[in-house]
Every structure is written in structure tokens, then in C-alpha cells.
């Protein structure tokens, strides 16, 4: 089981959901006012959590969700109707409802690291159509995603829609399969780092390692504990959608080096294991490394 902190508000607190979710994750309840202070993980929002209905918690959540410092996942019921003016998107998207129990995954799913098959049984009561965002599970339909991520722009916090009904239990669902994809869903969302965009640099300016990218390369190698440099790149486009150039690699395994974390020998990193365990739980990244040693334990 996954152990991990996520954020949800009061307003969760007493709801029948919540005990099937505390037994993946550690909920810590927040007041919605000092979200900015206590967000120490994920937010995810499931049930009534907003006393004027979803419509209104959506429009409260579009203000500030794409700057959080987490992922926001946010879990059934929906309304049906419009979504991209309450959530400030330029193009369309829309939540209906529906009422199935077979969800297929699709490749841009890969982040999520699922299990090798093509469908869940989990039922599933909202789908998402429209442009708007990049589905990760569809009903069947590839026009009517059951999972979707919304990120407007590549500097922005990703928010998470899914229709599927991962904190109730149900006749039609697969508890396994429901299990596995609350895991995934949760894990992914832990182990999100902001990385942004380097884009083109000035030449007179010499290139700086920022701190996003620093810390996805030590989870990466404490985590996945891969001896291979350039793995170090796909491993973390694969866990956390994000892409690093080869200067900026080179900064981080310079930097490893000076640090007495790691050494380069042709091809192989020799990496000082006990050094970069203790590192990552000086800098609070501890979390994220076991979940994705657990992760590749499992899958291995």
C-alpha cells in the first residue's frame, strides 16, 4: 500500500469515501482558506466537498489550481454540462453522464506505469468529451474519456478529471482494478515535479541546473536505481511527462559527482547508494523515492 500524504479539505473529513481512500493514503484535512500554507501533497476532492455544489467548487478550484504546488485529482459526482468556462480553458470540454464498468487505458497513460492490460472493470457514472486536455482513459469511445489531464500550459500544475468510481464500492467494479488505478493515480500525483520548459537560452548566459530537474534526477536514480545515464532521461519523460535536455543531464550527474553521489565511467554511473538515500530524505524526497521503489519492485 501506498504511504503517502494527500490534502482534502474539511468538508471531506466525515464522508464514507474517505475510508476506503485512508486505506491507500495518508488524508491530511485542510482549511480551504489556507490551502497556499498546508498543501504539503496532492489535492484531491471527492463527494459533496463544496457546500454550494460542484459548479461552484469548480469555479473556486480553476482560480487557483494550476499554481498549487501539487496535482489536484478531482473524483465523481460531476455536473452535466459545460466545464471549460468554469475552468478557464480556451477550448471545449464537457461532462456527461454515462453508466459503464469498461474503461480502456490509452497510451498517454504511461505515466500512470498500469498494468499491461487494455481495459478496467470499474464502474464509471461522468466521461469527459471535447478538445480540451489529454485523455488517459476513454469508455470505449475515444471521444469520451473516463480520465483526463488538464494542464493549459507546460509551466501549469496538472488538474485530473475522473468520472470513475474509485472511492465506492460497486457490484460492476473489479476491486482490484479499482485499487490498482487509485494507487497509480495517487502515485503519480505524489511524485509530480514542476520541470520547466528550458527552451532556448541566451548564449552570453551560462546554463543554470534548476531545482526540479535536480530533484527528478535523484528520485530517479535512488528510486529506479538505474546505472545508466541516458535511461535517467526517458525514466523521468515516462514518470513525470516532463523532458530534460542533455546540457542540463550533464549538469545533474556534474553535480551528483561534486556531491560524492555518484561517479561516471563511460557509459555506467556508479552511484553511492547509502549517500543518495540520506540526501533525499535531507531534502524531504524520501516519499517519493520508495513509492517508486515499491512501483518497480512490483512491476519487476
Not at 499554481?67 to 478557464?88: A, E, Q, R, Y
Request: charged share 20%; aromatic share 8%.
Amino acid at each position: 500500500m501506498i504511504n503517502m500524504h494527500v490534502n482534502c479539505l474539511l468538508s471531506q473529513e466525515g464522508l464514507f469515501e474517505t475510508h476506503f481512500l485512508s486505506r491507500v493514503c495518508e488524508p491530511v484535512f485542510i482549511d480551504p482558506q489556507n490551502i497556499h500554507l498546508g498543501l504539503d501533497g496532492p489535492l484531491i476532492l471527492y463527494g459533496q466537498w463544496h457546500p454550494q455544489g460542484i459548479g461552484a467548487g469548480l469555479r473556486w478550484l480553476a482560480s487557483l489550481v494550476y499554481i498549487l504546488p501539487h496535482p489536484c485529482i478531482v473524483l465523481p459526482p460531476f455536473d452535466n454540462g459545460p466545464l471549460n468556462t468554469i475552468l478557464g480553458l480556451r477550448t471545449q470540454l464537457k461532462g456527461i453522464a454515462i453508466n459503464t464498468n469498461r474503461i480502456s487505458i490509452m497510451p498517454d497513460a504511461e505515466p500512470l506505469k498500469l498494468p499491461e492490460k487494455q481495459t478496467l472493470q470499474i464502474q464509471t457514472d461522468f466521461a469527459f468529451i471535447g478538445q480540451a486536455g489529454k485523455p488517459w482513459l476513454d469508455v470505449g469511445d475515444r471521444s469520451h474519456a473516463a480520465l483526463i489531464l488538464i494542464q493549459p500550459r507546460n509551466t501549469s500544475t496538472p488538474l485530473l478529471l475522473c468520472g470513475a468510481r474509485l472511492l465506492s464500492a460497486s457490484g460492476l467494479s473489479d476491486d482490484e482494478d479499482r485499487l490498482t488505478l487509485l494507487e497509480s493515480i495517487i502515485t503519480w500525483a505524489c511524485g509530480w515535479h514542476p520541470i520547466p520548459d528550458l527552451g532556448k537560452k541566451e548564449t552570453n548566459q551560462p546554463l543554470q541546473l534548476d531545482e526540479a530537474t535536480w530533484h527528478a534526477v535523484c528520485i530517479v536514480l535512488a528510486g529506479t536505481k538505474t546505472n545508466v545515464p541516458k535511461e535517467i532521461v526517458s525514466l523521468i519523460n515516462s514518470l513525470f511527462g516532463t523532458e530534460i535536455s542533455e546540457s542540463s543531464l550533464q549538469l545533474a550527474l556534474d553535480r551528483l559527482s561534486e556531491f560524492g553521489l555518484a561517479k561516471i565511467n563511460g557509459d555506467r554511473l556508479y552511484v553511492n547508494l547509502p549517500s543518495l538515500e540520506e540526501y533525499t530524505q535531507q531534502l524531504g524526497l524520501w516519499a517519493y523515492v520508495r513509492s517508486l521503489r515499491k512501483d518497480f519492485e512490483r512491476k519487476g
